[in-house]
């Protein structure tokens, strides 16, 4: 992944709806607040925005005067299809061809106000584009309709990345492209050069798929071009702080992120409004447990005997290995 010149390399970034519960200041717009309260917290380096959600109220300039002034660049656009009820039945898998082709030029839209601002990716969450029911569309006109907007989504502008973030369901009781690997055959598919997967790490649990296993799946047959951080129970899109459930899971992605040579921001899409968390304080827990579980797989970085352990696929001794580097050699 190639970040933009005064973007951190490897480094943070949250959810910026996740700041909502900070108490506005009603004479400036919403986003003002958030993107306040995401400087705030110390750490974060770049943030990721909505569209067109987050431009309802501003423009792109006046959103990039806020992120410049809160010390955060921008990582990239995310589209936002759901919340208009025109794209209920489908942004790019929808029945009518006129309904698609908006879907298309609102994306085309966002992609031009990230080249704008400077920024280089367009998350497109697809969680609309699929089906409820059993006989209820053309799974094959469906998917021709999908592949056919990412390429014309892809072609407006070549320099702009353009990753599936893909997940099992919701808000459709079936996604189109629900897992990794019909998402890597989508990519495949489209054959261009600028798409590619982000990987969020509750929606791969969710697709009962092992994180570091989907991030070298990726790597080998496309581009993993975003990580999305965060942790779940695999029953739902929990949104969990990073490592409260599966910090072993966590250490194995942080491993083949070094592996694979990722060094694009680490993204916090967590929902500490789900539970009445202080999104500053969640946001600086994040990094926290981020940094640790980090410095826990650099540690295990040409470790000789974990190497082995693995090659012959021994559990009980690499188990042994990461949770000396976790817990200490008494577990304290």
């Excluded at 190639?2 to 108490?23: E, Q, S």
């Excluded at 569209?51 to 990039?64: E, G, L, S």
């Excluded at 993993?224 to 409260?244: C, E, F, I, S, Y």
């Amino acid at each position: 992944m190639t970040l933009k010149d005064d973007t951190p390399k490897g480094c943070y970034a949250a959810r910026l709806n996740a700041f909502k519960a900070v108490d506005p200041d009603p004479s400036k717009p919403p986003l003002a607040a958030m993107i306040g309260a995401a400087g705030r917290v110390g750490g974060l380096g770049a943030a990721d925005l909505n569209y067109p959600d987050h431009f309802a109220d501003m423009t792109w300039r006046q959103v990039k005067r806020l992120l410049d002034d809160n010390g955060l660049a921008l990582n990239g656009l995310a589209m936002r299809y759901y919340t208009d009820p025109g794209f209920a039945l489908g942004a790019f898998t929808n029945p009518d061809k006129a309904v698609r082709q908006a879907a298309v030029d609102i994306t085309r839209k966002g992609i031009d106000t990230l080249s704008e601002m400077g920024g280089s990716l367009m998350t497109l969450w697809m969680g609309q584009d699929g089906f409820d029911y059993a006989m209820q569309g053309d799974y094959g006109s469906m998917w021709d309709a999908t592949i056919d907007s990412l390429r014309g989504v892809a072609d407006h502008n070549p320099d702009i990345d353009i990753a599936i973030e893909y997940k099992p369901n919701e808000p459709r009781a079936y996604a189109l492209m629900p897992d990794v690997g019909t998402t890597i055959l989508g990519v495949l598919e489209a054959d261009r050069p600028n798409i590619g997967v982000t990987l969020d790490f509750a929606h791969v649990l969710y697709a009962d798929e092992m994180p570091a296993h989907s991030a070298h799946l990726i790597a080998r047959h496309a581009r993993l071009l975003g990580v999305h951080l965060n942790d779940g129970n695999a029953k739902r899109d929990d949104g969990l702080m990073v490592g409260t459930v599966h910090p072993v899971a966590t250490v194995e992605l942080f491993c083949e992120l070094d592996r694979i040579g990722y060094d694009g921001v680490i993204y916090f899409d967590t929902f500490p409004d789900h539970s009445g968390l202080d999104p500053v304080e969640e946001a600086r827990t994040n990094i926290a447990i981020a940094e640790r579980l980090r410095g826990v797989a650099r540690s295990l970085s040409g470790n000789n005997e974990l190497t082995a352990a693995i090659a012959r696929q021994d559990a009980t001794l690499s188990q042994r290995i990461v949770a000396r580097a976790l817990y200490g050699e008494d577990g304290s």
